[in-house]
Protein backbone atom coordinates (compact mmCIF):
# COMPACT_ATOMS: atom_id res chain seq x y z
CA UNK A 1 0.00 0.00 0.00
CA UNK A 2 1.19 3.17 -0.95
CA UNK A 3 0.29 6.57 0.44
CA UNK A 4 1.64 10.41 0.39
CA UNK A 5 1.41 11.34 3.87
CA UNK A 6 1.91 15.07 5.22
CA UNK A 7 1.59 14.47 9.25
CA UNK A 8 4.90 13.16 10.08
CA UNK A 9 4.82 9.21 10.83
CA UNK A 10 4.99 8.56 13.95
CA UNK A 11 8.58 7.26 15.63
CA UNK A 12 8.70 3.62 14.68
CA UNK A 13 8.87 1.01 17.44
CA UNK A 14 11.77 -0.68 19.00
CA UNK A 15 12.26 -4.21 17.05
CA UNK A 16 12.01 -6.37 20.35
CA UNK A 17 8.81 -4.25 21.18
CA UNK A 18 6.88 -4.83 17.80
CA UNK A 19 3.89 -6.75 17.14
CA UNK A 20 5.78 -9.37 15.48
CA UNK A 21 8.25 -10.01 18.57
CA UNK A 22 5.22 -9.99 20.44
CA UNK A 23 3.58 -12.66 18.71
CA UNK A 24 6.46 -14.72 18.32
CA UNK A 25 7.14 -14.25 22.09
CA UNK A 26 3.64 -15.42 22.96
CA UNK A 27 4.21 -18.68 20.82
CA UNK A 28 4.73 -21.16 23.09
CA UNK A 29 5.85 -24.12 20.33
CA UNK A 30 8.72 -21.77 19.16
CA UNK A 31 10.11 -20.47 22.79
CA UNK A 32 10.33 -24.08 23.28
CA UNK A 33 12.23 -23.89 20.12
CA UNK A 34 14.33 -21.15 21.17
CA UNK A 35 15.08 -23.11 24.73
CA UNK A 36 15.97 -25.92 22.67
CA UNK A 37 18.46 -24.05 20.56
CA UNK A 38 20.41 -22.20 23.31
CA UNK A 39 20.55 -25.14 25.82
CA UNK A 40 22.54 -27.12 22.63
CA UNK A 41 24.30 -24.47 21.39
CA UNK A 42 25.29 -23.38 25.32
CA UNK A 43 25.53 -27.77 26.37
CA UNK A 44 27.74 -27.95 22.87
CA UNK A 45 30.13 -25.01 23.53
CA UNK A 46 30.57 -24.57 27.69
CA UNK A 47 29.90 -28.08 28.33
CA UNK A 48 33.39 -29.98 27.34
CA UNK A 49 34.80 -27.59 29.71
CA UNK A 50 32.67 -29.02 32.71
CA UNK A 51 33.34 -32.75 31.90
CA UNK A 52 35.81 -34.69 33.61
CA UNK A 53 37.04 -36.30 30.30
CA UNK A 54 38.10 -34.69 26.68
CA UNK A 55 36.52 -36.50 23.62
CA UNK A 56 39.73 -38.29 22.94
CA UNK A 57 40.70 -40.24 26.44
CA UNK A 58 40.44 -43.73 26.19
CA UNK A 59 38.55 -45.35 29.54
CA UNK A 60 39.85 -49.11 28.62
CA UNK A 61 38.62 -50.13 31.89
CA UNK A 62 34.63 -48.48 31.34
CA UNK A 63 34.10 -49.59 27.64
CA UNK A 64 30.87 -49.53 26.30
CA UNK A 65 29.83 -48.76 29.77
CA UNK A 66 26.30 -47.75 29.66
CA UNK A 67 24.69 -44.53 30.81
CA UNK A 68 25.27 -43.54 33.96
CA UNK A 69 28.17 -45.74 34.95
CA UNK A 70 30.57 -43.47 37.14
CA UNK A 71 30.85 -40.03 35.48
CA UNK A 72 30.43 -40.91 32.47
CA UNK A 73 26.82 -39.42 31.91
CA UNK A 74 25.87 -40.88 28.47
CA UNK A 75 28.23 -44.03 28.73
CA UNK A 76 30.97 -44.82 26.41
CA UNK A 77 31.87 -45.87 22.71
CA UNK A 78 33.24 -49.19 22.26
CA UNK A 79 36.95 -47.86 22.40
CA UNK A 80 36.23 -46.51 25.91
CA UNK A 81 35.40 -42.42 24.94
CA UNK A 82 33.06 -40.57 27.09
CA UNK A 83 30.07 -40.42 24.80
CA UNK A 84 28.85 -36.60 26.71
CA UNK A 85 32.60 -35.60 25.63
CA UNK A 86 32.20 -36.40 22.17
CA UNK A 87 28.28 -35.62 22.14
CA UNK A 88 29.25 -32.02 22.94
CA UNK A 89 32.10 -31.91 20.64
CA UNK A 90 30.42 -33.36 18.00
CA UNK A 91 27.45 -30.50 18.62
CA UNK A 92 30.11 -27.98 17.63
CA UNK A 93 30.90 -29.14 14.82
CA UNK A 94 27.70 -29.84 13.20
CA UNK A 95 25.84 -26.93 14.69
CA UNK A 96 28.25 -24.67 12.70
CA UNK A 97 28.01 -27.00 9.85
CA UNK A 98 24.35 -26.33 9.73
CA UNK A 99 24.52 -22.51 10.22
CA UNK A 100 27.52 -21.80 8.09
CA UNK A 101 25.18 -24.08 5.35
CA UNK A 102 22.49 -21.54 5.94
CA UNK A 103 24.56 -18.40 5.72
CA UNK A 104 25.65 -19.58 1.73
CA UNK A 105 22.73 -21.69 1.05
CA UNK A 106 20.83 -17.97 1.62
CA UNK A 107 22.54 -15.84 0.58
CA UNK A 108 23.10 -17.61 -2.73
CA UNK A 109 19.57 -17.97 -2.97
CA UNK A 110 18.66 -14.32 -2.13
CA UNK A 111 21.01 -13.03 -4.83
CA UNK A 112 19.42 -15.43 -7.34
CA UNK A 113 15.94 -14.54 -6.10
CA UNK A 114 16.15 -11.12 -6.18
CA UNK A 115 17.87 -10.94 -9.33
CA UNK A 116 15.29 -13.40 -11.14
CA UNK A 117 12.34 -11.56 -9.87
CA UNK A 118 13.22 -7.97 -10.77
CA UNK A 119 15.07 -8.74 -13.83
CA UNK A 120 12.12 -11.27 -14.85
CA UNK A 121 12.19 -12.08 -18.66
CA UNK A 122 14.49 -14.45 -20.63
CA UNK A 123 17.34 -14.06 -17.53
CA UNK A 124 14.37 -14.53 -14.74
CA UNK A 125 13.38 -17.47 -16.33
CA UNK A 126 16.43 -18.94 -17.19
CA UNK A 127 17.29 -18.93 -13.47
CA UNK A 128 14.23 -20.08 -12.48
CA UNK A 129 15.11 -23.37 -14.44
CA UNK A 130 18.08 -23.84 -13.20
CA UNK A 131 16.48 -23.82 -9.41
CA UNK A 132 14.07 -26.35 -11.06
CA UNK A 133 16.45 -28.03 -12.64
CA UNK A 134 18.73 -28.75 -8.93
CA UNK A 135 15.65 -29.68 -7.06
CA UNK A 136 14.68 -32.71 -9.95
CA UNK A 137 17.34 -34.28 -7.74
CA UNK A 138 16.87 -36.52 -4.52
CA UNK A 139 19.00 -33.52 -2.97
CA UNK A 140 20.86 -36.70 -0.53
CA UNK A 141 21.45 -38.23 -4.00
CA UNK A 142 23.26 -35.13 -5.59
CA UNK A 143 25.37 -34.69 -1.62
CA UNK A 144 26.44 -37.98 -1.83
CA UNK A 145 27.73 -37.48 -4.95
CA UNK A 146 29.25 -34.50 -4.90
CA UNK A 147 30.92 -36.20 -1.32
CA UNK A 148 32.03 -38.80 -2.45
CA UNK A 149 34.03 -36.97 -5.21
CA UNK A 150 35.10 -34.31 -4.18
CA UNK A 151 38.14 -34.57 -0.73
CA UNK A 152 35.53 -34.39 2.40
CA UNK A 153 36.84 -31.88 5.33
CA UNK A 154 34.36 -29.74 7.05
CA UNK A 155 34.54 -26.90 4.70
CA UNK A 156 33.51 -28.98 2.11
CA UNK A 157 30.99 -30.82 3.44
CA UNK A 158 29.66 -27.74 4.64
CA UNK A 159 29.84 -25.99 0.51
CA UNK A 160 28.20 -28.89 -0.42
CA UNK A 161 25.04 -28.62 1.88
CA UNK A 162 25.02 -25.47 0.44
CA UNK A 163 24.93 -26.81 -3.41
CA UNK A 164 22.16 -28.94 -3.12
CA UNK A 165 20.00 -26.00 -0.50
CA UNK A 166 19.80 -22.81 -1.94
CA UNK A 167 16.74 -23.52 -3.95
CA UNK A 168 13.62 -23.06 -1.35
CA UNK A 169 15.19 -19.28 -0.50
CA UNK A 170 15.56 -18.13 -4.37
CA UNK A 171 12.33 -19.93 -5.15
CA UNK A 172 10.53 -17.95 -2.17
CA UNK A 173 12.26 -14.62 -2.80
CA UNK A 174 12.16 -14.86 -6.35
CA UNK A 175 8.43 -14.61 -5.84
CA UNK A 176 8.33 -11.98 -3.28
CA UNK A 177 10.11 -9.84 -4.67
CA UNK A 178 7.94 -10.06 -8.59
CA UNK A 179 5.04 -9.43 -6.57
CA UNK A 180 7.04 -6.00 -5.40
CA UNK A 181 8.64 -4.83 -8.59
CA UNK A 182 5.77 -2.85 -9.91
CA UNK A 183 4.82 -1.24 -6.39
CA UNK A 184 4.91 2.64 -6.44
CA UNK A 185 8.50 2.89 -4.63
CA UNK A 186 10.01 0.71 -7.00
CA UNK A 187 9.00 2.83 -9.57
CA UNK A 188 9.68 5.78 -7.66
CA UNK A 189 13.57 4.84 -7.25
CA UNK A 190 13.60 4.24 -11.38
CA UNK A 191 13.02 7.19 -11.73
CA UNK A 192 15.31 9.17 -8.87
CA UNK A 193 17.34 6.91 -11.40
CA UNK A 194 18.93 4.60 -8.56
CA UNK A 195 21.24 1.67 -10.32
CA UNK A 196 19.40 -1.61 -10.78
CA UNK A 197 21.93 -2.35 -8.10
CA UNK A 198 20.53 -0.39 -5.32
CA UNK A 199 16.60 -1.21 -6.43
CA UNK A 200 17.66 -4.75 -6.36
CA UNK A 201 19.50 -5.02 -2.30
CA UNK A 202 18.46 -1.39 -0.89
CA UNK A 203 15.10 -0.94 -1.99
CA UNK A 204 13.40 -4.53 -3.05
CA UNK A 205 15.63 -6.68 0.05
CA UNK A 206 14.74 -5.13 2.91
CA UNK A 207 11.12 -5.92 1.84
CA UNK A 208 11.51 -9.52 1.43
CA UNK A 209 13.62 -10.25 4.67
CA UNK A 210 10.84 -11.56 6.93
CA UNK A 211 10.33 -14.90 4.45
CA UNK A 212 14.00 -14.89 3.91
CA UNK A 213 14.45 -15.59 7.74
CA UNK A 214 11.83 -17.67 8.01
CA UNK A 215 13.43 -19.68 5.11
CA UNK A 216 17.15 -19.66 6.73
CA UNK A 217 15.79 -20.88 10.07
CA UNK A 218 14.41 -23.99 8.51
CA UNK A 219 17.71 -24.46 6.05
CA UNK A 220 19.27 -24.84 8.86
CA UNK A 221 17.93 -27.76 10.17
CA UNK A 222 17.65 -29.23 6.93
CA UNK A 223 21.69 -28.72 6.82
CA UNK A 224 22.03 -30.35 10.43
CA UNK A 225 19.76 -33.55 8.69
CA UNK A 226 21.53 -33.83 5.67
CA UNK A 227 25.09 -33.52 7.56
CA UNK A 228 23.81 -36.43 9.69
CA UNK A 229 22.49 -38.84 6.54
CA UNK A 230 25.87 -38.25 4.89
CA UNK A 231 28.03 -38.52 7.72
CA UNK A 232 26.41 -41.46 8.88
CA UNK A 233 26.87 -43.11 5.49
CA UNK A 234 30.87 -42.22 5.99
CA UNK A 235 31.13 -39.54 3.26
CA UNK A 236 30.74 -36.91 5.62
CA UNK A 237 32.96 -35.70 8.71
CA UNK A 238 35.57 -38.03 9.04
CA UNK A 239 36.68 -39.74 12.20
CA UNK A 240 38.44 -38.63 14.90
CA UNK A 241 36.52 -35.19 14.20
CA UNK A 242 33.29 -36.34 15.73
CA UNK A 243 29.92 -35.14 14.47
CA UNK A 244 26.51 -36.05 15.12
CA UNK A 245 25.98 -38.21 12.19
CA UNK A 246 29.31 -39.92 12.20
CA UNK A 247 28.92 -41.10 16.01
CA UNK A 248 25.65 -42.55 14.58
CA UNK A 249 28.00 -44.37 11.65
CA UNK A 250 29.60 -47.39 14.16
CA UNK A 251 26.41 -47.68 16.48
CA UNK A 252 24.76 -50.06 14.11
CA UNK A 253 26.35 -52.77 14.38
CA UNK A 254 26.53 -52.42 18.30
CA UNK A 255 22.36 -52.11 18.21
CA UNK A 256 22.03 -54.94 20.45
CA UNK A 257 25.16 -54.40 23.00
CA UNK A 258 25.32 -50.49 23.35
CA UNK A 259 21.94 -49.05 21.88
CA UNK A 260 22.65 -45.90 23.93
CA UNK A 261 25.39 -45.28 21.13
CA UNK A 262 22.36 -44.98 18.74
CA UNK A 263 20.02 -42.96 21.17
CA UNK A 264 21.76 -40.55 22.50
CA UNK A 265 23.11 -38.96 19.33
CA UNK A 266 20.20 -39.32 17.58
CA UNK A 267 18.24 -37.59 20.33
CA UNK A 268 20.48 -34.71 19.94
CA UNK A 269 19.98 -34.46 16.04
CA UNK A 270 16.08 -34.51 17.05
CA UNK A 271 15.98 -32.06 19.22
CA UNK A 272 18.28 -29.40 17.54
CA UNK A 273 16.17 -29.94 13.91
CA UNK A 274 12.79 -29.96 15.93
CA UNK A 275 14.35 -26.57 17.59
CA UNK A 276 15.02 -24.65 14.42
CA UNK A 277 11.65 -25.86 13.34
CA UNK A 278 9.90 -24.46 15.67
CA UNK A 279 11.48 -21.30 15.49
CA UNK A 280 10.79 -21.31 11.80
CA UNK A 281 7.17 -21.75 12.23
CA UNK A 282 6.89 -19.38 15.22
CA UNK A 283 8.31 -16.50 12.97
CA UNK A 284 6.12 -17.72 9.87
CA UNK A 285 3.19 -17.48 11.94
CA UNK A 286 4.58 -14.05 13.76
CA UNK A 287 5.43 -12.29 10.26
CA UNK A 288 2.02 -13.03 9.15
CA UNK A 289 -0.08 -10.12 9.75
CA UNK A 290 -3.39 -12.33 9.42
CA UNK A 291 -2.46 -14.65 11.98
CA UNK A 292 -3.36 -12.03 14.46
CA UNK A 293 -7.25 -12.35 13.68
CA UNK A 294 -7.42 -16.09 14.32
CA UNK B 1 -5.32 -28.14 -23.28
CA UNK B 2 -3.43 -29.35 -25.59
CA UNK B 3 -1.79 -25.89 -25.93
CA UNK B 4 -0.90 -26.39 -21.85
CA UNK B 5 0.14 -30.25 -22.44
CA UNK B 6 2.60 -28.73 -25.18
CA UNK B 7 3.77 -26.13 -22.76
CA UNK B 8 4.37 -28.46 -19.97
CA UNK B 9 6.25 -30.74 -22.29
CA UNK B 10 8.24 -28.38 -23.65
CA UNK B 11 9.11 -27.43 -20.63
CA UNK B 12 9.82 -30.94 -18.92
CA UNK B 13 12.24 -31.25 -22.31
CA UNK B 14 14.31 -28.07 -21.07
CA UNK B 15 14.91 -29.02 -17.51
CA UNK B 16 15.83 -32.06 -18.98
CA UNK B 17 18.79 -30.37 -20.55
CA UNK B 18 19.59 -28.41 -17.34
CA UNK B 19 19.86 -31.41 -15.19
CA UNK B 20 22.23 -33.17 -18.17
CA UNK B 21 24.23 -30.45 -17.64
CA UNK B 22 24.42 -30.31 -13.87
CA UNK B 23 25.13 -33.93 -14.04
CA UNK B 24 27.83 -34.01 -16.39
CA UNK B 25 29.63 -31.14 -14.69
CA UNK B 26 29.23 -33.48 -11.40
CA UNK B 27 30.94 -36.51 -13.71
CA UNK B 28 33.41 -34.03 -14.33
CA UNK B 29 34.38 -33.27 -11.17
CA UNK B 30 35.05 -37.25 -9.85
CA UNK B 31 38.88 -37.31 -9.07
CA UNK B 32 41.04 -38.06 -11.98
CA UNK B 33 37.83 -37.68 -13.91
CA UNK B 34 35.86 -40.90 -15.64
CA UNK B 35 40.09 -41.78 -15.96
CA UNK B 36 40.43 -42.54 -12.48
CA UNK B 37 39.65 -46.29 -12.69
CA UNK B 38 42.27 -46.95 -15.18
CA UNK B 39 44.87 -44.92 -13.21
CA UNK B 40 44.63 -47.42 -10.36
CA UNK B 41 45.82 -50.50 -11.51
CA UNK B 42 48.83 -51.99 -10.83
CA UNK B 43 51.66 -51.30 -14.10
CA UNK B 44 49.70 -48.17 -15.54
CA UNK B 45 52.10 -46.27 -17.68
CA UNK B 46 51.41 -42.44 -18.09
CA UNK B 47 51.13 -43.72 -22.10
CA UNK B 48 48.92 -46.25 -21.95
CA UNK B 49 46.52 -43.64 -19.59
CA UNK B 50 46.80 -41.24 -22.54
CA UNK B 51 46.25 -44.20 -24.66
CA UNK B 52 42.82 -44.70 -22.99
CA UNK B 53 42.01 -40.92 -22.76
CA UNK B 54 42.08 -40.90 -26.41
CA UNK B 55 40.14 -44.11 -27.10
CA UNK B 56 37.64 -42.52 -24.98
CA UNK B 57 37.40 -39.31 -26.60
CA UNK B 58 38.93 -37.74 -23.63
CA UNK B 59 41.12 -35.49 -24.96
CA UNK B 60 38.53 -33.94 -26.61
CA UNK B 61 36.82 -30.75 -26.04
CA UNK B 62 34.29 -30.64 -23.17
CA UNK B 63 30.83 -29.25 -24.87
CA UNK B 64 31.91 -32.08 -27.63
CA UNK B 65 32.11 -34.76 -24.99
CA UNK B 66 28.81 -33.77 -23.46
CA UNK B 67 26.87 -34.05 -26.61
CA UNK B 68 28.15 -37.00 -27.24
CA UNK B 69 27.23 -37.91 -23.95
CA UNK B 70 23.84 -36.55 -23.46
CA UNK B 71 23.57 -37.94 -27.15
CA UNK B 72 24.37 -41.83 -26.04
CA UNK B 73 21.89 -40.89 -22.57
CA UNK B 74 19.00 -40.29 -25.29
CA UNK B 75 19.55 -43.87 -26.73
CA UNK B 76 19.66 -45.75 -23.84
CA UNK B 77 23.57 -46.20 -23.74
CA UNK B 78 24.32 -45.08 -20.19
CA UNK B 79 27.55 -46.57 -20.01
CA UNK B 80 28.86 -49.91 -18.35
CA UNK B 81 29.57 -50.62 -14.78
CA UNK B 82 33.28 -50.47 -13.92
CA UNK B 83 32.58 -53.30 -11.27
CA UNK B 84 31.41 -55.98 -13.69
CA UNK B 85 30.82 -54.24 -16.82
CA UNK B 86 26.97 -54.94 -17.33
CA UNK B 87 24.66 -52.04 -19.15
CA UNK B 88 24.07 -49.52 -16.36
CA UNK B 89 20.31 -49.43 -17.96
CA UNK B 90 20.18 -53.23 -16.92
CA UNK B 91 21.97 -52.46 -13.53
CA UNK B 92 19.95 -50.15 -12.43
CA UNK B 93 16.60 -52.14 -14.00
CA UNK B 94 17.53 -54.72 -11.28
CA UNK B 95 17.09 -52.61 -8.71
CA UNK B 96 14.29 -50.75 -9.48
CA UNK B 97 11.82 -53.06 -8.34
CA UNK B 98 12.62 -53.22 -4.86
CA UNK B 99 12.38 -49.42 -4.68
CA UNK B 100 9.28 -48.92 -6.36
CA UNK B 101 7.67 -51.46 -3.71
CA UNK B 102 9.49 -49.56 -0.90
CA UNK B 103 8.41 -46.47 -1.62
CA UNK B 104 5.01 -47.59 -3.58
CA UNK B 105 3.61 -49.31 -0.24
CA UNK B 106 4.81 -46.65 2.25
CA UNK B 107 3.14 -43.77 0.19
CA UNK B 108 0.06 -45.32 0.11
CA UNK B 109 0.07 -46.11 4.49
CA UNK B 110 1.53 -42.18 4.45
CA UNK B 111 -1.72 -40.90 1.99
CA UNK B 112 -4.28 -43.03 3.39
CA UNK B 113 -3.30 -41.80 7.64
CA UNK B 114 -2.04 -38.37 6.45
CA UNK B 115 -4.91 -37.42 4.73
CA UNK B 116 -7.10 -38.87 7.73
CA UNK B 117 -5.26 -37.05 10.05
CA UNK B 118 -5.54 -33.32 7.69
CA UNK B 119 -8.98 -33.80 7.47
CA UNK B 120 -9.94 -33.96 10.92
CA UNK B 121 -7.65 -31.64 12.11
CA UNK B 122 -9.41 -29.41 9.55
CA UNK B 123 -12.42 -29.16 10.83
CA UNK B 124 -11.53 -29.31 14.35
CA UNK B 125 -9.20 -26.13 14.09
CA UNK B 126 -7.83 -25.47 17.36
CA UNK B 127 -8.70 -28.49 18.65
CA UNK B 128 -6.50 -30.77 20.96
CA UNK B 129 -6.05 -33.22 18.21
CA UNK B 130 -5.20 -30.37 15.53
CA UNK B 131 -2.45 -29.11 18.17
CA UNK B 132 -1.09 -32.68 19.03
CA UNK B 133 -1.25 -33.92 15.27
CA UNK B 134 0.29 -29.94 14.28
CA UNK B 135 3.12 -30.53 16.92
CA UNK B 136 3.52 -34.33 16.41
CA UNK B 137 4.23 -33.45 12.84
CA UNK B 138 7.13 -30.48 13.34
CA UNK B 139 8.67 -33.59 15.38
CA UNK B 140 8.30 -36.54 12.89
CA UNK B 141 9.39 -33.98 10.24
CA UNK B 142 12.60 -33.20 12.74
CA UNK B 143 13.24 -37.25 12.82
CA UNK B 144 16.59 -38.31 11.02
CA UNK B 145 15.13 -41.24 9.03
CA UNK B 146 18.09 -43.26 9.34
CA UNK B 147 17.96 -43.43 13.21
CA UNK B 148 14.05 -43.84 13.72
CA UNK B 149 14.88 -46.90 11.45
CA UNK B 150 17.68 -48.18 14.15
CA UNK B 151 15.69 -47.62 16.62
CA UNK B 152 12.80 -49.47 14.91
CA UNK B 153 15.51 -52.43 14.53
CA UNK B 154 16.52 -52.10 17.40
CA UNK B 155 12.72 -52.05 19.40
CA UNK B 156 11.03 -54.92 16.96
CA UNK B 157 14.13 -56.85 15.93
CA UNK B 158 16.41 -57.17 18.53
CA UNK B 159 14.11 -56.78 21.59
CA UNK B 160 10.77 -58.02 20.83
CA UNK B 161 11.95 -59.78 18.55
CA UNK B 162 8.71 -59.42 15.94
CA UNK B 163 10.19 -58.03 12.70
CA UNK B 164 13.12 -59.22 10.50
CA UNK B 165 15.71 -56.10 11.08
CA UNK B 166 16.57 -56.06 6.88
CA UNK B 167 16.75 -57.44 3.91
CA UNK B 168 13.95 -58.09 1.03
CA UNK B 169 12.88 -61.64 1.70
CA UNK B 170 14.43 -64.72 3.76
CA UNK B 171 16.72 -66.74 1.22
CA UNK B 172 14.87 -70.00 0.01
CA UNK B 173 11.23 -68.46 0.86
CA UNK B 174 10.58 -65.94 -1.01
CA UNK B 175 6.81 -66.11 -0.43
CA UNK B 176 4.34 -63.05 -0.90
CA UNK B 177 3.58 -63.35 3.52
CA UNK B 178 7.42 -63.44 3.64
CA UNK B 179 7.88 -59.83 1.07
CA UNK B 180 5.40 -58.72 3.38
CA UNK B 181 6.59 -59.10 6.55
CA UNK B 182 9.96 -57.38 5.54
CA UNK B 183 8.40 -55.01 4.21
CA UNK B 184 6.42 -53.55 6.92
CA UNK B 185 9.38 -51.86 9.01
CA UNK B 186 10.91 -50.28 6.29
CA UNK B 187 7.93 -48.88 4.81
CA UNK B 188 6.25 -47.65 8.12
CA UNK B 189 10.01 -46.00 8.69
CA UNK B 190 10.28 -43.87 5.32
CA UNK B 191 5.87 -43.20 5.98
CA UNK B 192 6.57 -41.49 8.69
CA UNK B 193 8.10 -38.10 7.13
CA UNK B 194 5.52 -38.69 4.31
CA UNK B 195 2.61 -38.83 7.03
CA UNK B 196 3.65 -35.90 8.75
CA UNK B 197 4.24 -33.06 5.00
CA UNK B 198 0.91 -35.01 3.49
CA UNK B 199 -1.69 -33.93 6.83
CA UNK B 200 0.26 -30.60 6.97
CA UNK B 201 -0.71 -29.72 3.32
CA UNK B 202 -4.29 -31.77 3.50
CA UNK B 203 -5.08 -29.57 6.28
CA UNK B 204 -4.01 -26.46 4.72
CA UNK B 205 -6.10 -27.23 1.32
CA UNK B 206 -9.14 -28.50 3.36
CA UNK B 207 -9.13 -24.99 5.40
CA UNK B 208 -8.77 -23.20 2.02
CA UNK B 209 -11.44 -25.11 0.73
CA UNK B 210 -13.68 -25.00 3.49
CA UNK B 211 -13.72 -21.02 3.38
CA UNK B 212 -14.85 -20.78 -0.67
CA UNK B 213 -18.64 -20.08 -1.56
CA UNK B 214 -19.62 -22.88 -3.49
CA UNK B 215 -19.25 -24.82 0.63
CA UNK B 216 -21.64 -22.03 1.96
CA UNK B 217 -24.31 -22.15 -0.84
CA UNK B 218 -23.64 -26.04 -0.17
CA UNK B 219 -24.25 -25.80 3.50
CA UNK B 220 -27.21 -23.34 2.93
CA UNK B 221 -29.10 -25.50 0.45
CA UNK B 222 -29.06 -27.83 4.00
CA UNK B 223 -26.95 -30.63 3.05
CA UNK B 224 -25.68 -32.57 5.62
CA UNK B 225 -22.27 -31.70 7.32
CA UNK B 226 -21.06 -34.95 6.55
CA UNK B 227 -21.53 -35.09 2.72
CA UNK B 228 -20.66 -31.44 2.55
CA UNK B 229 -17.45 -32.17 3.98
CA UNK B 230 -16.81 -35.94 1.95
CA UNK B 231 -18.44 -34.57 -1.45
CA UNK B 232 -17.31 -30.80 -1.57
CA UNK B 233 -14.61 -29.87 0.39
CA UNK B 234 -12.50 -33.36 0.28
CA UNK B 235 -12.49 -34.07 -3.56
CA UNK B 236 -11.96 -30.36 -4.08
CA UNK B 237 -9.04 -30.48 -1.39
CA UNK B 238 -7.61 -33.50 -2.67
CA UNK B 239 -6.25 -31.38 -6.14
CA UNK B 240 -3.36 -29.96 -5.14
CA UNK B 241 -2.65 -33.25 -3.22
CA UNK B 242 -1.71 -34.55 -6.80
CA UNK B 243 0.61 -31.48 -7.84
CA UNK B 244 2.23 -31.99 -4.07
CA UNK B 245 2.91 -36.29 -4.64
CA UNK B 246 4.92 -34.89 -7.38
CA UNK B 247 6.66 -32.41 -5.98
CA UNK B 248 7.45 -34.59 -3.28
CA UNK B 249 9.12 -37.15 -5.11
CA UNK B 250 12.79 -36.41 -4.77
CA UNK B 251 12.64 -36.15 -1.34
CA UNK B 252 10.86 -39.72 -1.11
CA UNK B 253 13.40 -41.14 -3.61
CA UNK B 254 16.38 -39.43 -0.62
CA UNK B 255 14.19 -41.12 2.02
CA UNK B 256 13.77 -44.40 0.40
CA UNK B 257 17.52 -44.57 -0.64
CA UNK B 258 18.45 -43.56 3.66
CA UNK B 259 15.64 -46.24 4.49
CA UNK B 260 17.56 -48.99 1.98
CA UNK B 261 20.49 -48.54 3.60
CA UNK B 262 19.69 -48.47 7.14
CA UNK B 263 17.65 -52.25 6.30
CA UNK B 264 19.84 -53.87 3.92
CA UNK B 265 16.71 -53.84 1.12
CA UNK B 266 18.17 -54.09 -2.11
CA UNK B 267 16.81 -50.79 -4.47
CA UNK B 268 18.54 -48.12 -6.05
CA UNK B 269 19.92 -46.73 -3.28
CA UNK B 270 21.41 -49.34 -1.33
CA UNK B 271 23.20 -49.90 -5.33
CA UNK B 272 23.80 -46.10 -5.16
CA UNK B 273 26.41 -46.66 -1.83
CA UNK B 274 27.62 -49.55 -3.02
CA UNK B 275 28.48 -48.53 -5.91
CA UNK B 276 29.96 -45.15 -4.58
CA UNK B 277 32.21 -47.21 -2.54
CA UNK B 278 33.33 -48.91 -5.44
CA UNK B 279 34.02 -45.96 -7.43
CA UNK B 280 31.47 -47.35 -9.91
CA UNK B 281 30.85 -43.74 -11.29
CA UNK B 282 29.27 -45.04 -14.41
CA UNK B 283 26.46 -46.13 -12.27
CA UNK B 284 26.75 -43.38 -9.94
CA UNK B 285 25.70 -41.13 -12.55
CA UNK B 286 23.34 -43.04 -14.00
CA UNK B 287 21.13 -42.94 -10.85
CA UNK B 288 21.91 -39.94 -10.59
CA UNK B 289 20.65 -38.85 -14.17
CA UNK B 290 17.82 -42.14 -13.78
CA UNK B 291 16.45 -40.37 -10.77
CA UNK B 292 16.61 -36.48 -11.92
CA UNK B 293 14.60 -38.40 -14.97
CA UNK B 294 11.99 -40.46 -13.06
CA UNK B 295 11.28 -36.77 -10.95
CA UNK B 296 10.64 -35.27 -14.26
CA UNK B 297 8.24 -37.72 -15.41
CA UNK B 298 6.97 -38.27 -12.22
CA UNK B 299 5.76 -34.42 -12.32
CA UNK B 300 4.71 -34.40 -16.04
CA UNK B 301 2.17 -37.20 -14.78
CA UNK B 302 1.32 -35.45 -11.63
CA UNK B 303 0.44 -31.79 -13.79
CA UNK B 304 -1.11 -34.46 -16.39
CA UNK B 305 -3.62 -36.01 -14.03
CA UNK B 306 -4.45 -32.61 -12.40
CA UNK B 307 -5.54 -31.69 -15.56
CA UNK B 308 -7.65 -34.55 -16.29
CA UNK B 309 -9.21 -34.41 -12.74
CA UNK B 310 -9.88 -30.82 -12.98
CA UNK B 311 -12.50 -29.46 -15.19
CA UNK B 312 -11.12 -25.79 -14.33
CA UNK B 313 -7.36 -26.19 -16.01
CA UNK B 314 -8.60 -28.50 -18.44
CA UNK B 315 -10.55 -25.87 -19.78
CA UNK B 316 -7.97 -23.14 -20.29
Known amino acids: MTMLTETPLPPPDRWWRSRTMRRFLRNRLAMVGVALIVGLTLACFVGPYLLPFDDLYIDLRARF ?101 WMEVARIVEAEVKSLRDRDFVMAARMLGLPAWQIMFRELLPNVIGPIIVAATLTVARAILLEAYVSFLGYGIQPPLPSWGNMLNGAQQYLDKAPWLAIVPGLAITAAVAGFNFIGDGLRDALDARSDQR | MLRYLLLRFWQSIVLLFLVSLIGFMVLNLAPGGPLSQYALTPGMTKEALDRIAEQMGLNRPLPIQYLDWFWNLLQGDWGKSYRDGRPVLEIIGGHLFATLLLMGSSTLVAVLIGTWIGIHSAVRQGSVFDYVTTVGAMVALSIPTFWFGLIAIFVFSLWLGWLPAGNMYTVGDGSAADYAVHLIMPSLVLALVNVATWSRYMRSATLDVMSQDFVRTARAKGLTPRRVLMKHIVGNALVPMITLAGLQLPTLLGGALVTETVFTWPGMGRLFLDSLGYNDYPVVMGLLMFSAVLVLIGNLAADLLVALVDPRIRLE
Open chain 1, 65 to 165: APPGTGAHIFGTDPLGRDIAARLFQAGQISLLVGFFAMLMSTVVGTVVGVVAGFRGGWMGAVLMRVVDAFLSFPSIFLLLALAAFIEPSPIMITIIIAVTS
